[in-house]
């Protein structure tokens, strides 16, 4: 009977490859549509909101496909806090070099809330113009159908929001690419589960798109000003109305620019507390996506247990054929975006337990430099 005790590690590493399995085929319905010729022809009037905070590494390629979008009319308004934000002359040179499009910058030093990108978004939006708005971080790149795919959407009536996947691309350093991977390795997949076999019940930062009326009727931006996981709760707000919140088929590209491993920690432990302040339940839940680390522990006790080198092995190479068999399906799905290494999977598979385990001790993270305290309530706090 004790034994048995030694296969538990096992059978929690078999729960992660039927997670495996399923990540697969919802990468391949995901792809279908992907690939899928469409003509796109609902193109209603949309604004962007482009929150920027200092002189990001990319931040003009980044700002520059937001500009150039082949759309019929839509505006750009990009916003900052601080009069001497580095980031101005960027975009005053994008401004410059588009005059024939609507675009704007707001500087405006008033904060709702102790979520300073919330209130960027509530400063900015005060001179919207049009019906759909649509929010995407500075980090964000794109291509030139860009807004032709997010706001075909809303030809639906039943549609409130809408939000898109994002892949990582690595900026050179060996962080930044540690960094891609998680991204491309981990969220993408597991954030296709929900979207491909269920119903989507919130957005991601990549691209949050929403009708005005929609945004209004649960009081803006103001409604968010203390929340730290503004995307989630955005999708939230709008699925509580009873209205949809379609997944568009294209995937934004991050370029990822962690300068250090502390920066990588700090960061990934952000999204880590962040998740876990959310969805408590679900962010314990998905200790079955680490399967590498389960495949290890589960491996051991098979061969505690029986004894045999063969049934071990044999368990432990499932594992790794799996693993793999994710990494290069989400390749090929946003092929000339990873910029990942097979050879760092196995540092990339040790550093995000770690990550895990450290997010369950405190309540702390790091943002834009500052330190904050996310409460009970979801919450965020300035740290004392």
């Known amino acids: 009977m004790f034994e048995l005790l030694f296969y538990f590690p096992a059978v929690l590493a078999g729960l992660s490859f039927a997670y495996a399995g399923i990540c697969l085929l919802a990468l391949f319905r995901f792809r279908v549509r992907l690939r899928a010729k469409q003509s796109w022809k609902f193109r209603p009037p949309v604004t962007v909101l482009k929150p920027v905070c200092g002189l990001e590494n990319n931040l003009e390629e980044n700002l520059r496909s937001f500009c150039w979008q082949d759309y019929d009319e839509f505006q750009v308004i990009f916003g900052v806090h601080d009069n001497a934000d580095s980031a101005i002359p960027v975009i005053r040179g994008l401004i410059e070099e588009f005059p024939q499009h609507d675009l704007s910058l707001v500087i405006d ?22 019906d759909i708005i649509v929010v995407a971080d500075s980090d964000m790149r794109v291509c030139r159908d860009y807004l032709k795919i997010v706001a075909a959407p809303f030809e639906d009536a039943k549609v409130g929001a809408a939000t898109c996947l994002y892949s990582g691309r690595a900026s050179g350093r060996l962080p930044s690419k540690l960094g891609a991977m998680f991204i491309n390795d981990w969220f993408l997949p597991s954030a296709l589960i929900p979207a491909v076999f269920g119903r989507l019940t919130y957005c991601f930062g990549a691209t949050m798109a929403i009708r005005r009326s929609n945004l209004e009727r649960f009081g803006a931006f103001d409604a968010l000003a203390d929340v730290l996981a503004d995307d989630f709760m955005f999708g939230r707000l709008v699925h509580n109305q009873g209205h949809r919140i379609a997944l568009i088929p294209y995937i934004v590209e991050n370029v990822i620019d962690d300068p250090s491993f502390k920066s990588l920690f700090l960061h990934e432990l952000r999204w880590a507390r962040t998740i876990r302040s959310v969805e408590p339940y679900g962010y314990a839940a998905s200790t079955i996506t680490e399967i590498i680390p389960l495949a290890i522990l589960g491996t051991v006790g098979i061969f505690v247990a029986s004894g045999s080198f063969v049934y071990a092995g044999m368990f432990l190479a499932v594992a790794a054929a ?63």
Request: glycine share 4%; proline share 6%.
């Open 109 to 130: 030093d008033t904060i709702i809330g102790s979520n300073y990108k919330v209130s960027n978004l509530a400063n900015m939006y005060r001179q919207a113009r049009h």
């Open 322 to 384: 799996l693993r793999l068999a994710l990494h290069y399906t989400i390749s090929s799905t946003v092929p000339g975006r990873s910029t990942a290494n097979p050879l760092l999977l196995p540092l990339r598979d040790i550093m995000s337990p770690i990550i895990r385990l450290s997010s369950y001790f405190g309540r702390e993270v790091t943002w834009r430099e500052r330190d904050f305290v996310i409460q009970s309530n979801v919450r965020l706090e300035p740290a004392e």
